[in-house]
């Protein structure tokens, strides 16, 4: 199978198991609802209402752009990374820590906490990178032990150097107005924050495709053995990308904190971090489609919520939809024959050609 039908076996894949599991959620809502026809408006329509509604789902989106360009980036060279969890919420801890503690000139002091983001989310994806390519450490153990190790370290942090004491919660104290994101449209908390995940998948888009590092580590996550023979060297491109990673994670933590709150209020993991891997699944591990898969998440997730605050349903539907989701997008089952039948025709056609 060439690789623009491989590209179209994977998008179908993809949209078969998002219309199975839309289709199990359509068959729950009209058993477990006395109102299913106005659930399942408010849940597929609602998102669109309104702007403030609308803009809900692109503020949800943007920190998942970020997360899943990080599995993407993690994912290249074939490691199972997950850090990105606890790289985005230390990231979060860092920039809250730059914006109380250090009195900067605008613009300066916000430049200066993305940096500090970047880093701590950086550093959180290159320990299980180093581990793995020092001391052969499983990437996938590593890193979520550490996910929590970073989560009480940035509870610590906050509590004891960052809190807020006029509050009666673990709050940090207020950001300087001048280190919140400028807003784009009224009525909305759509901010620049978007825009910078934008520019960050056209970066990693050109990374991957359009340099000598976006070849190696995707050579490598085909085949590390082969990559080696080549003269690659295996293990420095594998810790450049797993950096890469941390610092995507960790930008989207300081971006969303900046963009959506005027002070650090996490008391534990955002999340965004796991459905990272559900973006970063469904757009099949390619940064082009992670906006439009980040975006359909987002929706999903406002319709959810908008139907559980109007009618019967939970907003817990969300998630069977997700775990359907990701066990249809990983069964290798999907489309077998499909996929049998379009390889059978690929090689006829090889055959045909070279007379």
């Known amino acids: 199978m060439d690789n623009k039908s491989r590209i179209k076996f994977e998008i179908l894949k993809s949209a078969l198991a998002i219309g199975i599991a839309l289709l199990i959620v359509f068959v729950t809502i009209l058993l477990i609802s006395k109102e299913p026809w106005h659930a399942l408006y408010t849940m597929f329509i609602g998102p669109f209402t309104s702007m403030r509604r609308f803009g809900n789902i692109i503020e949800s989106m943007t920190p998942l752009i970020f997360t899943g360009l990080s599995v993407t980036m993690l994912y290249r060279v074939g490691l199972f990374n997950l850090s990105m969890e606890g790289g985005f919420f230390i990231a979060s801890v860092a920039a809250t820590a730059s914006a109380v503690l250090l009195d900067l000139p605008p613009v300066l002091n916000l430049l200066a906490a993305l940096f500090f983001g970047a880093l701590a989310g950086g550093i959180s994806s290159l320990i299980p990178g180093m581990l793995k390519v020092k001391c052969n450490a499983s990437e996938l153990v590593t890193s979520l032990m550490l996910n929590y190790v970073l989560l009480y370290l940035g509870l610590y942090l906050v509590v004891n150097y960052l809190r807020d004491t006029s509050m009666n919660a673990n709050y940090s104290s207020a950001f300087p107005e001048n280190m919140l994101l ?159 039948r379009q390889i059978v025709k690929t090689a006829r056609q090889e055959v045909q050609n070279n007379g």
């Open 182 to 340: 400028p807003r784009l449209v009224s009525g909305t908390r759509i901010n620049t924050g978007t825009l910078i995940a934008l520019l960050s998948v056209a970066v990693v888009y050109i990374l991957f495709n359009y340099t000598a590092f976006g070849y190696k580590v995707t050579l490598i996550g085909k085949n590390a053995r082969l990559a080696k023979m080549a003269g690659i060297n295996v293990g420095r491109a594998v810790i450049i990308s797993q950096l890469i990673g941390g610092v995507l994670a960790g930008i989207g933590g300081s971006v969303e904190l900046f963009g959506m709150y005027k002070r650090f209020q996490y008391t534990g993991l955002p999340g965004y971090g796991w459905d990272g891997v559900l973006v970063a699944t469904v757009a099949q591990f390619k940064p082009e489609l992670i906006p439009l898969s980040a975006f359909l998440l987002a929706y999903l997730r406002v319709g959810a919520n908008i139907m559980s605050m109007e009618t019967d349903v939970p907003s817990e539907i969300f998630s069977i939809i997700q775990a359907v989701i990701i066990v249809l997008i990983s069964a290798q089952a999907i489309l077998k024959k499909y996929q049998h």
